[in-house]
């Protein structure tokens, strides 16, 4: 498994620029991870680290969430153990204008700070709805990043 862990870890490096991902290679990696057969044991073991990216611990707990079912309260007790609960991410979606009497209106930004906590509990299904399906439909484009310390237009902003 550890092998198996290598590549995804090093898929997710190649594909990440300046602490950020697009979400197709985001789900590529979740993906990765389901057809490598990872088990929850696994996961915790290589995905939530607090040694690692913020990013592949989010990968991690999707994957854990979504894709393995696993209940609840050991994702949140596997995150308070690894120390790793109160680590955030930033979920940034371009959703497409919509008409307004004829007329297109400007696209808008989205841009959620969430605590990995937070999104285990499904606290916030919103940014779990888009992370799960990605770009479709209205939803023009989606990065995760790690949240900054410094501000700006770009980043998210910790309220």
């Known amino acids: 498994m550890a092998g198996k862990a290598a590549f995804v870890l090093d898929f997710v490096e190649r594909r990440s620029s300046i602490n950020s991902i697009e ?11 389901y057809s490598m057969q990872f088990g929850f044991k696994d996961i915790k073991m290589f995905f939530l680290r607090p040694n ?18 696993v ?15 109160e680590r955030e991410v930033c979920v940034q979606w371009w959703k497409l204008g919509r008409w307004f009497s004829g007329f297109r209106l400007r696209d808008e930004l989205h ?34 990043s790690a949240v900054k310390s410094t501000l700006t237009s770009w980043t998210c902003q910790t309220a």
Do not use: F
């Open 71 to 85: 209940p609840i309260e050991d994702v949140i007790e596997a995150l308070i153990d690894c120390k790793i609960s």
């Open 111 to 144: 841009s959620r700070s969430v605590l990995l906590a937070d999104l285990a509990t499904l606290k916030d299904e919103e940014v779990l709805s888009v992370l799960k399906r990605g770009a479709i439909h209205e939803v023009l484009r989606v990065r995760i």
């Open 23 to 33: 979400v197709g290679y985001y789900l590529k990696a979740v993906e990765d991870l």
């Open 52 to 69: 690692i990216s913020v990013i592949l611990n989010l990968i991690g707990l999707h994957y854990c969430v979504i894709w393995l079912c």
